[in-house]
């Protein structure tokens, strides 16, 4: 018997919950939903979904505030979804910790890729940490391989600097989950490196001029603009 995959949807509003909970259902998942911030609090803790899609215009609560106090104890994925289309907003959720920012309207199909992409990193994550070190990660015709600090595509060398590379290894660590500028600085060159993110954009530059077929239309590497970068998820 196939296990069905529980998500839980936190949306006040009960025609959008309705048709998210719909959507998934046709999907194969196992749709619960909750309309207020206590309510979702609860379920999370006693039902244990595998994700939660929330809504962070609750009416007892800001949504952020159920992420900050689940984000104290659990890893459990989260997909924002919200009218709030100001990129402080995107950034606030993805610190606090949510793996994806959507902003309304949204179509289904990409609601269900988000779903599958966070779901996805957390059951093959294993803790993160090995993936940096060794192995390889494949997307498409993109392999980093972190045994020899290369990044191949089409089976060849894409000749990345060192920073680049750097960039690659981590976007690749954390695939399909957007990564802030901020927090790619801190990974990459401490805590107390300036918050410009101007070298950044010109490491990314070079590293879509040496990967993409067409670095204005990226297979890979996609910028979530005034928030970060996220790499593609593999199939």
Same mark, same amino acid.
Do not use: C
């Given at each position: 018997m196939n296990i069905r995959e529980k +998500?839980? /949807?936190?949306?006040?509003?009960?025609g959008i919950s309705q048709f998210i909970a719909a959507a998934l259902s046709s999907r194969g998942y196992e749709a619960i939903q909750a309309h207020t911030g206590s309510e979702a609090l609860t379920i999370i803790s006693s039902h244990c979904p595998d994700l939660v899609i929330l809504d962070l215009g609750l009416p007892d609560m800001d949504g952020l505030s159920i992420l900050e106090q689940l984000r104290a104890w659990s890893s459990l994925p989260v997909v924002v979804v919200s009218a709030r289309s100001h990129e402080k907003d995107k950034v606030?959720? $993805?610190?606090?910790?949510? =793996? =994806?920012?959507?902003?309304?309207?949204?179509?289904? =199909? !990409?609601? @269900?890729?988000?779903?599958?992409?966070? /779901? %996805?990193h957390t059951r093959t994550a294993s803790g993160n940490s090995e993936i940096a070190r060794q192995g390889t990660y494949t997307v498409g015709e993109l392999t980093i391989d972190y045994n020899k600090h290369q990044a191949l595509i089409r089976g060849e060398n894409a000749r990345l600097t060192l920073? !680049?590379? %750097?960039? +690659?290894? @981590? $976007?690749?660590?954390?695939?399909?989950?957007? $990564?802030?500028? =901020?927090?790619?600085?801190? !990974? @990459?060159?401490?805590?107390?490196?300036?918050?410009?993110?101007?070298? @950044?954009? +010109?490491?990314?530059?070079?590293?879509?001029?040496?990967?993409e077929k067409n670095p204005a239309e990226p297979e890979y590497f996609f910028t979530e603009v005034g928030v970060g970068y996220r790499l593609a998820e593999g199939s």
């Open positions: +998500v839980l /949807i936190v949306e006040d509003e009960k606030t959720a $993805l610190d606090l910790g949510a =793996d =994806d920012y959507l902003t309304k309207p949204f179509g289904t =199909d !990409e609601l @269900l890729a988000r779903v599958r992409a966070a /779901i %996805r920073n !680049e590379f %750097r960039i +690659v290894a @981590l $976007l690749g660590k954390y695939a399909g989950k957007v $990564l802030t500028y =901020d927090f790619i600085i801190r !990974e @990459l060159w401490g805590p107390q490196a300036s918050s410009n993110n101007q070298i @950044l954009r +010109v490491n990314m530059a070079n590293i879509r001029r040496k990967i």
